[in-house]
Nanobody
Framework: QVQLVESGGGSVQAGGSLRLSCGTSGTVLSITRMGWYRQAPEKQRELVASINIGGRKDIADSVKGRFTISRDSAWRTVYLEMTSLKPEDTGVYYC??????????????????WGQGTQVTVSS
């Protein structure tokens, strides 16, 4: 199976910065895309940023110019660098890995996976 583990969340004041990390573990053979989503209280989960196997990045308009997504060369860890944070950035941030091909005792399988989430709180 595949596990995603997020880290780096916390509490900061407006204007501050945080760096989120999402590491993958398990018998991963390939990943098509990885991304970060967030969910604020009483709101739907929304895409913040994603990066695909070709390096294409999609960034939400609300965070353009402030957030940067990147990954390591082994395609095992994805990062979200968040700067100039605003109170409206508060929420639980989730890492997602899509189009994952992984090895099992019954042969390769594919699926999408989510992390447990990490809380980001920005105070004014």
């Amino acid at each position: 199976q595949v596990q995603l583990v997020e880290s780096g969340g916390g509490s900061v004041q407006a204007g501050g910065s945080l760096r989120l990390s999402c590491g993958t573990s398990g018998t991963v053979l390939s990943i098509t895309r990885m991304g970060w989503y967030r969910q604020a209280p009483e709101k739907q989960r929304e895409l913040v940023a994603s990066i695909n196997i070709g390096g294409r990045k999609d960034i939400a308009d609300s965070v353009k110019g402030r957030f940067t997504i990147s990954r390591d060369s082994a395609w095992r860890t994805v990062y979200l660098e968040m700067t100039s944070l605003k109170p409206e950035d508060t929420g639980v941030y989730y890492c997602e890995a899509g189009g994952v091909i992984y090895s099992t005792n019954d042969g390769p399988r594919s699926g999408d996976f989510w992390g447990q989430g990490t809380q980001v709180t920005v105070s004014s």
